[in-house]
């Protein structure tokens, strides 16, 4: 049976999109885990906008300028928020897109919300009650990302703090639940499930295929980014919203996430089997 999900609307009236709309193609999340340089971050922001182009569907540009959330605290953490936020409005004005990062801690979240379409709460923070409200009083879309700990209907409460703040703008997302230590695995089920809350429902293709902490090592989350296709095949074919991926040239020369951000050259091929496997989801009363 099909759900009726919340129309998300991301950017200005003038040149926006909406993320839920049933006959609309998938909106695409993309760019590297955490801002390694202008540069970088401009020419990744360019190309996977183009690949949306081609494909005909809508690109929210992604990057955080603080990785607070690291194994190791002498791990590269990024430029901090005012080189951070001075590098993504660059982004957002040149190539007219729109932008997306993480927010920490409640002060983080006005100033964010100056620059950035789209306000992130990292999945280990989605039961922080003050960082969602902050982020949310800003009336800026809010995604929050399902914490590894939680079961989807577990988000129900995220989404009551948001809603409950008087913002409907609201994304899910889904990045793999803890099983052992070192292993994520995605429950296919907890899609729908997320999306029976009523707001759209992302899925974060890379951040599931992570292996944490000691899995390489002690210092650093390793990964498997070969089975990032496959989940996001699956994914597809059990019906999203969006999908979420961290893409870069060389995911191997990578100062967060290397072990599993995509590599940008492989984005497009898997944006059209994702898109194929799509249409079909969309035009199925299943």
Request: glycine share 10%; aromatic share 6%; charged share 20%.
């Amino acid at each position: 049976m099909k759900q009726t999900v919340e129309q998300v609307k991301v950017g200005n009236s003038q040149e926006g999109f909406s993320i839920g709309v049933p006959a609309n193609p998938l909106v695409l999340i993309a760019g590297p885990c955490v801002i390694e340089s202008a540069e970088l971050c401009t020419y990744v922001a360019k190309e996977a906008q183009a690949i949306a182009r081609r494909l005909g569907i809508s690109y929210i540009f992604k990057a955080s300028f603080d990785k607070a959330n690291r194994t190791s605290g002498g791990s590269f953490r990024g430029f901090g928020m005012e080189k951070g936020l001075e590098i993504l409005a660059g982004i957002k004005s040149a190539l007219n897109v729109p932008v997306l990062t993480d927010v920490h801690e409640t002060w983080q979240c006005e100033p964010v919300a100056e620059v950035c379409d789209v306000l992130q709460i990292p999945a280990f923070l989605s039961r922080q009650t003050d960082l969602i409200h902050a982020a949310a009083n800003t009336g800026k879309v809010i995604n929050v990302k399902k914490g590894q700990f939680l079961s989807p209907m577990d988000m129900k409460n995220a989404v009551l703090k948001v809603t409950e703040t008087g913002n409907n703008s609201l994304l899910l997302t889904e990045r793999g639940s803890s099983f052992g230590y070192n292993t994520l695995v995605v429950d296919m089920t907890g899609l729908p499930q997320m999306r029976s809350l009523g707001f759209p429902v992302i899925f974060d293709g890379t951040h599931s295929v992570q292996r944490p902490g000691a899995a390489s090592g002690g210092t650093a989350s390793g990964g498997m980014r070969e089975f990032i296709p496959h989940l996001v095949r699956a994914a597809s074919a059990v019906g999203i919203d969006g999908l979420f991926l961290e893409v870069h040239p060389e995911p191997e020369k990578g100062l967060s996430d290397a072990a599993t951000m995509l590599p940008l050259h492989q984005l497009e091929p898997l944006l059209k089997q994702v898109l194929a496997i799509h249409s079909v989801v969309i035009n199925s009363e299943v």
